[in-house]
Structure formats: structure tokens, C-alpha cells
């Protein structure tokens, strides 16, 4: 009988076709969450010292507008660069370069520096969603544009450089590399099944019901049975859309409501500003339809034990491949356990 709860295994990533290596044993006691009384980050509504409250000078001098609800703008630092032109290297098919062409901004999900994602209502966090739409699809009527990447780093520990809630947007000439190997997982499961991956996948766990933290009318945030982080989550459209512009107003709300819900219930389990890297995974563009792709967006949050002790991923991770003691099922439970009332405000 194969047992989850004792004997170490290993669970297959579907998205990536990569394994991951389970030590439920180790864990035998779960640990419910040790709050520690981590300094509480109270911070001003406007900081005149931030690059991205309204008003303010950035970097390079550039003032911001005075931005009522979320503001975008082209990065400062852009990793990518727009007029760059493309060209191929290769020496023997052993030292092989390309140049990469993109476009990199900044948004910011509200003129309020002292708010978290979590912390915003649920129109504000509609408004950051609407937003989301409206570049994807002005960066898309590019056509060297193949791949539109909307994320989010949040806390110091994940290297975000400011606590005031913003994200990012690279968009760029190429595939890069996760979805790369998604765009295989998922086509190879479409020829063979005529549908989708995630479609399939979804309804397992909703069967199961074992990992599933939020269940709405149009989303579903689950851990998924592959998670590499302590509380790694994926959210999953229920419609099978290839990329953000197929939303609906309905379902940016839904949307809206889903990503409130989840980063309420993560501050909730240490009574800290929970950090995550997160962010979506859709479509390529500007290279035919996409019909095995089905829009999700991933949380890597790195916490394990407390609002300190994190998860490295060092060692037997980095030259074998990730290693949990927690299981997903573990972990689903403790994010079904919180209150989706923030912390801050019992
Ligand atoms: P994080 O998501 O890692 O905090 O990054 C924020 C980005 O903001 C970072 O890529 C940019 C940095 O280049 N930035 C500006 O564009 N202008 C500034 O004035 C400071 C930071
Ligand atoms: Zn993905």
C-alpha cells in the first residue's frame, strides 16, 4: 500500500515534467506555525523617501504622477532593452548566445506605501487585475513580443526593493525557460487527450478536495500535489483560457477576490507580511493559437517554520532536486485553518 504519510517518494511536477522528493517521516509531529512577535512594519500611508509613492522623484529624477489608484511605468533598470536587434551566436555548436529583446516596467498597486496586496479591498485589487490586462495586451500588439511575464516579488527575504506593494512586467523576444518546459507538458498532454492539462488536473483535486485552500466560481487555489516550497500554491482558471485578455469582468473579480483570499490566509499562518515570489504563467503570443495553454499563476513563498526560519533551497535541492519534510496535503491544511480576516485587523 503506497502511504504519503510514511515512506519517503517522489511526486511528479506536471507543469514541468520534473520530479520532487517527499520526507513525509521527517515531519511525523506537524508543527503548527511558531508566531514569533516579529517586529511589526508599520509604515506611513505616504513616504516622502519612496521612488514609487505619488509625487515622489525616482532614480533617475523622474517624478512620478500624483496616481490615484495603481501606476505603471518603464523600468529605470530594465533587464531587457527595446532597441536591441536580433542576432545569433554560435562557435561549433558549443558556444551558442542570442540577443533578447524586451521591454521591463514597474507597477504600483496603489498610492497607499503602508498596504500589502492582502491589505487592499477587493476593487483596489480588481483595479491592479484590470491593469494587468490592459499591458498584456498593449505589449502584445508587438510582434517581436513572444512572452508577457506579470509578477510579483514580495518582502526583503525574496530581494524586493521597496515595501510599497508593486510588481513587474518583462516582456520579451523569446521563450524563457519555465515556460518552455511547461509549453511541452502541457502540448503533449493536449495531442494526446484533446484537452487541457490543468483542466484535467483541476478536476481530480477538486474531487480529492485535499489541497484546495479557495474554491470560487471562477478560480481555484490549491497546493499543488508537487509542491517544492513549505507553501507553495497555484491558482487554476475553472474556464480553460489560454491568457489574461479572455477574462471576463466576472472573472477579474473572481480573480480579485481569490488573490485577497489566499495572501490573507499566508499572513495569517505566522501573523507576519507573508513573501512570496509569484506570478502568472500563460500563453506565448505573437506565435499562432495556444490551445493546450490554460492561464494559472504560481506563490513560491520561501517561509517554512516561522516569520524567520525559511526554506533553503541548497545542497541535495540545487545538484539533485527539490526535497520537502511537510507534505502538500499538510500544508493545505494549515492554509485552510486560517481566518480569511487579516491579522491586522482583529
Ligand atoms: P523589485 O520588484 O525587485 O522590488 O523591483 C523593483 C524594480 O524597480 C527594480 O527592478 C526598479 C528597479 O530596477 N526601480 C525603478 O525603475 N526606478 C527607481 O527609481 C528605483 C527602482
Ligand atoms: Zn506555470
Known amino acids: 500500500m503506497f502511504s504519503f504519510l510514511d515512506q519517503p517518494h517522489t511526486r511528479i511536477n506536471l507543469l514541468t515534467g520534473e520530479k520532487i522528493l517527499v520526507s513525509p517521516h521527517r515531519s511525523k509531529r506537524p508543527w503548527q506555525g511558531q508566531v514569533e512577535d516579529a ?41 531587457l532593452l527595446e532597441d536591441s536587434t536580433l542576432e545569433k551566436y554560435n562557435e561549433e555548436d558549443l558556444l551558442q548566445a542570442e540577443t533578447e529583446k524586451g521591454i521591463c516596467k514597474v507597477i504600483s498597486f496603489t498610492p497607499r506605501h503602508d498596504l500589502t496586496l492582502p491589505e487592499m479591498d477587493t476593487e483596489s485589487i480588481k483595479a491592479v487585475v484590470d491593469l494587468w490586462q490592459r499591458e498584456f495586451e498593449e505589449l502584445a500588439q508587438k510582434d517581436w513580443i513572444k512572452y508577457i511575464q506579470i509578477f510579483e516579488n514580495k518582502g526583503a527575504i525574496m530581494g524586493c526593493s521597496n515595501p510599497h506593494p508593486h510588481g513587474q512586467i518583462w516582456a520579451q523576444s523569446s521563450l524563457p525557460v519555465e515556460i518552455q518546459k511547461e509549453s511541452i507538458q502541457l502540448k503533449k498532454y493536449y495531442q494526446e487527450k484533446g484537452k487541457s492539462l490543468l483542466s484535467a488536473y483541476l478536476e481530480v483535486e477538486l474531487k480529492k478536495g485535499e489541497r484546495i485552500i479557495v474554491d470560487n466560481e471562477h478560480f481555484v487555489a490549491l497546493v499543488p500535489f508537487w509542491a517544492a516550497w513549505p507553501y507553495e500554491t497555484l491558482v487554476i482558471s475553472k474556464r480553460h483560457i489560454t491568457n489574461i485578455l479572455e477574462f471576463t469582468e466576472d472573472e477579474k473579480m473572481d480573480l480579485a477576490k481569490t488573490l485577497q483570499e489566499l495572501t490573507i490566509r499566508y499572513d495569517n499562518i ?21 490551445p493546450a495553454w490554460h492561464w494559472h499563476m504560481h506563490f513560491y513563498p520561501p517561509l517554512l517554520r516561522s516569520a524567520t526560519v525559511k526554506k533553503f533551497m541548497v545542497g541535495y535541492e540545487m545538484l539533485a532536486n527539490p526535497q520537502r519534510d511537510i507534505t502538500p496535503e499538510y500544508a493545505a491544511e494549515v492554509l485552510r485553518n486560517q481566518s480569511t480576516t487579516h491579522y491586522k485587523q482583529k
Do not use: W
Not at 489608484?69 to 533587464?79: L, P
Not at 505566522?270 to 495556444?290: E, L, R, V, W
Open 270 to 290: 505566522f501573523k507576519t507580511s507573508f513573501p512570496y515570489s509569484a506570478g502568472m504563467h500563460q500563453a506565448p503570443i505573437n506565435n499562432g493559437d495556444q
Open 39 to 79: 517586529a511589526t512594519d508599520e509604515r506611513p500611508q505616504y513616504d516622502p523617501k519612496c521612488y514609487l509613492c505619488p509625487g515622489n522623484a525616482r532614480a533617475d529624477g523622474t517624478m512620478n504622477p500624483d496616481y490615484k489608484d495603481s501606476f505603471v511605468f518603464v523600468n529605470d533598470f530594465s533587464a
